[in-house]
């Protein structure tokens, strides 16, 4: 790569980091639809610690990016996550996209990439340590909640959105920690931000944890909208009002990051009505009507014992009882007073 301009360097490592981070969640699903045995954590699947590797290699990649690249810039490339995942699913497993969700996964893409190149990182301050404390309280009880309430949603996909949701805010508040502890590490005292590492390492897992098991009974599309739509938006919501962070262009940057802010929701919630409709079975034959009984049999050929007709006695057999046997009469409905 030498010769190459850092900008377009920057453009290729989040554009593979995002490929990266494709694969990471098609393998997740995959995972999710085939496993029986835990939700949130199947350690026993060579698959799933597959996919733990590609995710972090994709966070790797996406460190390296803003190395060399604005965050104005990095930050909506790693948005097309999940444009790149649905033709890769397509692609590699046989899981096609119906159009509502190519409609949903570009509305988030566009939205969410919209969004976030409108954030601009100027003049920005460190955390202290009470905010630190305050924020990492604050996202675990949040994620906390979205955890419950995953739990008592009866409609599978809606609960895993809010799993991702959950699993969103745990990487979106990571990134936030990451930033602190790479502006305030120094090679002198390694282990001096020992305790942001460990805020950082919890909520990491936590949101891989969290993500493995939204994938279950909800596909790959709206789970991973979500957690992209969710990641960075949380990212950017805490740098706005804790890092002094603010959208470019005044009020009408403002404006248009609400607008895309909306766009980016509309793609969720086409997402996940896109997997909440479910196509109607197909009739079986046991479904199937069921022809008036005549006198032929089951195939319609002649020569069947002919059926009793009205007003004909019918005898049964023995029956237990008194009576040494039964007899039935067959009456019309019009006879029996029905209508």
């Not at 301050?125 to 979205?146: H, I, K, P, Y």
Request: proline share 6%; with cysteine; charged share 10%.
């Amino acid at each position: 790569m030498e010769g190459m301009s850092p900008l377009l360097l920057s453009v290729i490592l989040a554009l593979v980091s995002a490929v990266a981070y494709a694969a990471a969640a098609i393998v997740q699903e995959r995972v999710a639809a085939s496993a029986t045995g835990p939700r949130y954590a199947p350690l026993r699947s060579p698959a799933w610690w597959g996919s733990v590797l590609l995710n972090g290699v994709g966070a790797t990649l996406h460190v390296a990016a803003l190395a060399y690249g604005p965050l104005s810039l990095v930050q909506p490339l790693g948005a097309l996550t999940i444009v790149f995942a649905l033709p890769m699913a397509a692609l590699f497993v046989g899981r096609r996209a119906g159009s509502r969700a190519w409609r949903g996964a570009l509305m988030a893409t566009v939205g969410l990439a919209g969004l976030l190149s409108l954030t601009s990182g100027a003049e920005t301050r460190s955390l202290t340590d009470g905010d630190r404390w305050l924020l990492a309280g604050c996202t675990f009880a949040m994620v906390a909640a979205l955890f419950t309430a995953a739990h008592l949603i009866g409609r599978s996909v809606l609960r895993s959105v809010v799993l991702a949701a959950a699993a969103g805010v745990s990487f979106g508040i990571a990134s936030v920690f990451t930033k602190a502890v790479a502006e305030e590490w120094t090679p002198d005292a390694p282990l001096a931000e020992w305790t942001g590492l460990l805020v950082l390492s919890a909520l990491a897992v936590t949101g891989l944890l969290l993500s493995q098991a939204s994938y279950r009974g909800a596909g790959l599309a709206a789970p991973l909208a979500t957690v992209t739509v969710v990641n960075p938006v949380v990212a950017a919501a805490v740098g706005l009002t804790l890092f002094g962070e603010s959208f470019r262009y005044g009020t009408a940057g403002t404006v248009a990051a609400l607008i895309c802010g909306a766009v980016a929701a509309g793609g969720l919630v086409q997402l996940t009505l896109d997997r909440m409709t479910v196509p109607a079975p197909s009739p079986s034959a046991s479904d199937a009507p069921r022809e008036p009984q005549t006198g032929r049999g089951p195939t319609g050929s002649e020569g069947d014992a002919p059926r009793p007709e009205i007003g004909q006695g019918v005898d049964v057999g023995a029956v237990p009882g008194t009576r040494p046997y039964l007899e039935v009469e067959v009456r019309s409905r019009a006879v029996a007073g029905r209508p």
